[in-house]
Antibody, heavy 123, light 108 residues
Framework: QLQLQESGPGLVKPSETLSLTCTVS??????????WGWIRQPPGKGLEWIGY???????YYNPSLKSRVTISVDTSKNQFSLKLSSVTAADTAVYYC???????????????WGQGTLVTVSS | EIVLTQSPGTLSLSPGERATLSCRAS???????LAWYQQKPGQAPRVLIY???SRATGIPDRFSGSGSGTDFTLTISRLEPEDFAVYCC?????????FGQGTRLEIK
């Protein structure tokens, strides 16, 4: 059964860059059937979609975060990564990595998800 | 972007009762590209329904989804103790993907 696991620092200083990696196990990130993405959830709030990447490297980002987000993929390690620059306290959230299913000309439901990792932005 | 509004914010019911959760979109969701997720405290969301009415693998048939256009519904026919959680909807017909704010289903 496919599993995803987030890793990275739990504390980031304001104005710095948040960096997280998602390791995919029991399945290949190079599958042509799926996209791989990130979603976040501020404490006590709803989910916000960040963006996704295809194994070939093509990406799509939420316009609200696009200027600060980079998602990359390393197929040799079966991993993909998130970088979010110039963070503020508003970026404090649980960050999830997840597999995006596909539909004609786009993505579909998101499943499975990693367990999530809390990233706090504070000095 | 499409804004999804869920109602009610909190629903208090007893095991064995029927739950009806609503998700309303600010504009029509293309091709009923809408999913429902269940999230328990400290856990990641898991998909229940996609395509507005298709159950995901392993999801019990007491969960059903319906709707089209701007109005969608998740129905849990007879609540089991493990069903008390937060439920949110997601549209993936238009970019960016957006989620509703969630409905908390609590034990009465």
């Amino acid at each position: 059964q496919l599993q995803l696991q987030e890793s990275g620092p739990g504390l980031v200083k304001p104005s710095e860059t948040l960096s997280l990696t998602c390791t995919v196990s029991s399945g290949s990130i190079s599958s042509s059937t799926y996209y791989w993405g990130w979603i976040r959830q501020p404490p006590g709030k709803g989910l916000e979609w960040i963006g996704y990447i295809y194994y070939s490297g093509s990406t799509y980002y939420n316009p609200s975060l696009k200027s600060r987000v980079t998602i990359s993929v390393d197929t040799s390690k079966n991993q993909f990564s998130l970088k979010l620059s110039s963070v503020t306290a508003a970026d404090t959230a649980v960050y999830y990595c997840a597999r995006h299913h596909t539909r004609p000309f786009g993505v579909a439901q998101i499943d499975p998800w990693g367990q999530g990792t809390l990233v706090t932005v504070s000095s | 972007e499409i804004v999804l509004t869920q109602s009610p914010g909190t629903l208090s019911l007893s095991p064995g009762e029927r739950a009806t959760l609503s998700c309303r979109a600010s504009e029509s969701v293309k091709s009923s590209y809408l999913a429902w997720y269940q999230q328990k405290p400290g856990q990641a969301p898991r998909v229940l329904i996609y395509g507005a009415s298709s159950r995901a693998t392993g999801i019990p048939d007491r969960f059903s989804g319906s709707g089209s256009g701007t109005d969608f519904t998740l129905t849990i026919s007879r609540l089991e103790p493990e069903d008390f959680a937060v439920y949110c909807c997601q549209q993936y017909g238009s970019s960016p993907i957006t989620f509703g704010q969630g409905t908390r289903l609590e034990i009465k």
